[in-house]
């Protein structure tokens, strides 16, 4: 006999048989008494969520939309601009029209200088049924338009734009990125990662988290077979041509900054395992907010049962084994879901609180300010720098070259949301999975990458899952800086943000399980070591 949600029992074509269902079929609660707890545990966790510390309102920005009337230190793109590329007045008050009433009709009055549309800005109100509201997270305002912080983030893009053909592996004995370690010690205010106190070929362009400066740049999560279902997939990906970059004329810029709609790509037809930071920029211009997280969940799993956490309560159960919980169906979901939500957070930061500008708008008024076309209050670090003076040997302009042909999205920059759902992906991974686990077999691409090697560093026998998820993170948003469309802080940021979004869900979720367990464990980027309990 069947058993309806209601504890009747049906008969083969759905009707009831009045018969009452025995509590043994339905579980230790009646039908009344389950919604009545599942009816309390919602009430108790949105109180809960109601009364976490609230941000202070109205949020910090970095002061630059009150400083400037012209808005250049502000995010303007797809809207109309002058032949400076900086914003008309009016489309400006539109769009602070639209975001501060909220109104679909003002968002829809929002005049375009193009074609090309604004992307999700309402996304900055959307509510969410678990974890914490996206309104209640914070971040520090970004660097300012004048600061020597954002000048040395700029000059950071300009040099991974000059290097984005130079293979990971030859970092320690590439010529240029030996100018880009000197340029970017010789930095008033540069706060990437550093030993002793300087930038190194083995620390340029990635992050600070724990084990991102270790071994090879490319985490091996984006680089080992993936089993997918009955594929086995390989990781090699449809790159682009070396040397092809763009928007490094005024008009081409100017065009993209109007939202005129982009030119097509120039593809390479061999598929290649990603090498150098065009490859990894062109990773991260296709993917989807998933895709790196599924694949290392995938990867981690066929590691076996000694690759989950040791709090996960089917470790060592002699009798049941992990799925719906606590298994790959429970981790597939639960990435899925704080990626997007992470994407609510990042939205309402990017439009509601800062609207920063793109590294490609900094990059025009760089440009203008070099050739007399206008002033600007730009620091000295990024005007003087040895990489805006190669970009111009080069191209003709200052502009910053960009690996995309649109450049970036049509969306402010701070924080990135690749960032956002990379940091909220993988603090779910770390929640369920071992960090402390040792890769078996670490591979690197060859100098082609049309194949994999061995790899053979000296921490090939320690590399761990955590510090592979920490390295695949920055992955995901530093090969966004190398694509020219974001800064450093916007990344970092993102995944401290998103980091934040995954572990107010774990608090939620733990209350759900009907398994006994002592919380979900995990390192976090700053790496502190917690207990969601």
Sequence with gaps: MAVSATGLGLDQFGASTETTAKAAEVGPLNDPDRR????????????????????????????????????????????????LGEVTPAAYSALLTAMTTGLTADFNAIPLGGTVKQTSPQSAFKYQLEGSDSHQLQLPPAPALSSAWEAG?????????????VNFTDYATDPTIAQAVA?????????????????????????????????????????????????????????????????????????????????????????????????LGEYVHRDFPVQAALNAALIILTFGGGALDSANPYVGNPTQAPFATFGGPDVFDLIGRVGVYSLYAAWFQKWSVHRRLRPEAYGGLVHNHKTGAATYPLHPDVLNSTAVAQVFSQNGTYLLPMAFPEGSPTHPAYPAGHGAFAGATITMLKAFFKESFVIPNPVVPDSTGTALVPYTGPDAGTMTIGQELNKLAANIFRSRDGAGVHWQTDGVQGALLGEQVAINVLKDLKATYNETFAGFSLTKFDGTTITVA
Aim: aromatic share 10%.
């Design 153 to 165: 983030e700029m000059v950071e893009v300009y040099w991974m734009a000059l290097t984005r053909d």
């Design 36 to 83: 009545g707890a599942a009816l309390e545990l919602k009430g108790r966790r949105a109180k809960i969520n109601r009364i976490s510390p609230i941000p202070s309102f109205p949020q910090p920005d970095n002061g630059d939309e009150a400083a400037f009337a012209s808005r250049i230190g502000n995010y303007s793109k797809g809207l109309p601009h002058n032949a």
């Design 183 to 279: 340029g970017l010690n010789a930095l008033s205010d540069f706060r990437g990662p550093k030993i002793g106190g300087a930038v190194t070929p083995q620390t340029i362009f990635r992050s600070s988290f724990p084990g991102d400066t270790t071994g090879h740049y490319v985490s091996q999560f984006l680089l080992k077979q993936v089993p997918y279902g009955a594929f086995q997939l390989d990781q090699k990906i449809r790159t682009v041509m070396p040397g092809v970059n763009f928007m490094t004329t005024y008009s081409s810029w100017l065009n993209i900054q109007n939202g005129v709609a982009a030119g097509p790509d120039s593809f390479d037809t061999t598929p290649r395992y990603i090498r150098n930071m065009r490859d």
